[in-house]
């Protein structure tokens, strides 16, 4: 690893200022947390291997953390140990690639494969990564989202790319950005933006959706972002190999000109480079520069919500970011995007044409009320698209499993509930949890009827059924109580000025 002075593609304005890690993270298909070590491999063994690849990755983050390094080799720190690491961080259960390999077929004869992959991989001819496979998943509002599933081999070499490409660019990233980082969950940012809602001066809300993201990201600006930081022609050459590998449907490979499959490994991380240059460098100078009232910035990979004290700072910005994006071949959906009059005054403000505008935001609709006091209250509510959407997978699946014993459909409705009130269980969605909750229980109630004839649905049936669910209760902290435990300074980062409100950056 050698630090040279950085000469970065022309469209990037500057180096942007540390922005620091914090807890938890999700990641969309494979999570970061590792799966229970391989029986096979001494456990010895492991731990050496995870302290080695611990302490390479710790000296790129001490070089990523001085101005100017531009890394010019980091592709020895994708190694046997690394690799080793990758395999195990991945999910033992997690769906085949085209090669139909699993993770349990790959831990058979593991070290020798990872040797013989390392081998191909540092040759930089012999490995070629396969076409991802195509799979569709339900969206709540009846359509499918496409996802790419890779081969296990490029996951695993994807996941130790990934763990030395996010050593370096998790000192880059701002701290509003939040998604599909180490550290950083879906309730971080909702925390960040719930707190940022009632603390600061924010009046109006740009609600912005860009269209298709990962989809129709330009593989030519994305290199040349990725060069800013990344001088090892051997990294990007693997990944200008990931972008163009293609996905396979239908047993027919189309090739790939745009965008980066989602639901691939590297592809989040991908996603937050691309968006760090063109968007939140670009939005934190524009709030140093140009906005005079307050402004608040959240943005969850490319789901983005900023905050604004005055309308007309809040239609500037829009106006020139979607400029910005366009001169990176990003477009705003027109009918997504839009300028809300939000916050603790937006009653006042609509004066008499009715109740203040909603927007959503990583799964919950946002609404101004006032609390028994009187007080300004932010209020947060499942989606009701989501809901529908789960209520309908969970009937289909109900209908399924007709003959299975009452048991184990109780077991599998629990830990459905469960999961859904994990996520949801935000303070002021309780008379939601408890909707949900019914509604599971009578669509229960009607599979059960439906198994026989002399089937009937007593009191004390569904009673039984109640029992083995969750009872809908809130879960989760008010988010500013989470977030002050979390970041108990207000201004954590003293001395680096671009940050401007909260740990969470917003």
């Known amino acids: 690893m050698h630090g040279h002075e950085k000469s970065g593609p022309a469209v990037v304005a500057g180096k942007p200022v540390n922005a620091a890690v914090e807890e938890a993270a999700t990641e969309s298909v494979e999570p970061r947390a590792g799966a229970k070590g391989n029986a096979r491999e001494p456990d010895t063994t492991r731990v050496q291997n995870r302290t080695s690849v611990a302490q390479g990755l710790d000296r790129i983050r001490q070089a990523a953390k001085r101005e100017g390094v531009r890394f010019t080799s980091l592709l020895h ?7 080793s690491e990758a395999f195990h961080a991945l999910k033992r259960d997690a769906a085949a690639g085209v090669d139909g390999v699993t993770w349990e077929d790959y831990a058979r004869g593991l ?14 001819g012999p490995y070629h990564p396969l076409p991802a496979r195509r799979v569709y998943i339900p969206k709540p509002d009846g359509r499918q989202r496409p996802l790419a599933v890779a081969a296990l081999e490029d996951k695993i070499v994807q996941r130790a790319v990934l763990e030395v490409l996010s050593a370096i660019y998790e000192e880059d990233f701002l701290g509003f950005s939040y998604g599909f980082r180490p550290g950083r969950s879906q309730h971080d940012a909702l925390d960040a933006l719930c707190t940022a809602i009632d603390r600061r001066k924010v009046n109006f809300i740009v609600d912005a959706d860009i269209r298709s993201f990962f989809d129709t990201v330009n593989h ?7 060069e800013h930081r990344i001088g090892d022609v051997r990294i990007i050459r693997l990944i200008r190999k990931w972008l163009k590998a293609g996905v396979m449907e239908n047993g027919l490979v189309g090739a790939s000109e745009m965008g980066t499959g989602q639901g691939s490994v590297i592809s989040p991380l991908l996603a937050n480079v691309y968006l760090h240059y063109a968007l939140d460098l670009w939005a934190e100078q524009w709030r140093k520069t140009e906005a005079e009232g307050d402004m608040v910035i959240v943005r969850y990979a490319d789901d983005l919500v900023i905050g604004f004290e005055h309308e007309a700072e809040a239609r500037r910005f829009l106006d020139a970011m979607r400029t910005r994006l366009e001169t990176f071949a990003l477009t705003l959906h027109p009918e997504k995007t839009r300028i809300i009059a939000f916050g603790r005054h937006a009653a006042e403000q609509r004066g008499e044409k009715g109740k203040p505008d909603t927007f959503d935001f990583l799964g919950f609709t946002f609404m101004a009320a006032k609390s028994r006091k009187g007080n300004f209250l ?7 698209d989501r809901v529908r959407g789960k209520l309908r997978q969970i009937k289909d699946t109900l209908r399924q499993k007709t003959h299975q014993p009452f048991d184990e459909t109780g077991r599998w409705l629990a830990s459905v509930v469960r999961g859904f009130f994990n996520y949801h269980a935000v303070p002021t969605n309780s008379r939601t949890l408890a909707a949900f909750h019914y509604r599971v229980v009578m669509l229960w109630a009607a599979a059960y009827k439906r198994t026989s ?3 009937h649905i007593t009191p004390q049936l569904l009673d039984r059924m109640r029992s083995y669910l969750p009872p809908p209760r809130i879960l989760h902290p008010w988010p500013q109580q989470r977030f002050a435990v979390k970041h108990p300074r207000w201004e954590p980062y003293a001395g680096k000025p671009h940050v401007r409100f909260c740990a969470g950056g917003a």
Do not use: C, M, N
């Open 453 to 455: 004839q002399r089937a």
């Open 220 to 226: 030519d600006w994305l290199i040349g972002f990725l």
């Open 77 to 83: 720190h994708v190694s046997p140990a690394s690799l």
């Open 378 to 384: 932010l209020k947060r509510k499942s989606r009701r």
């Open 111 to 124: 070290e020798p494969r990872l040797d013989d992959l390392h081998t191909r991989v540092h040759k930089g």
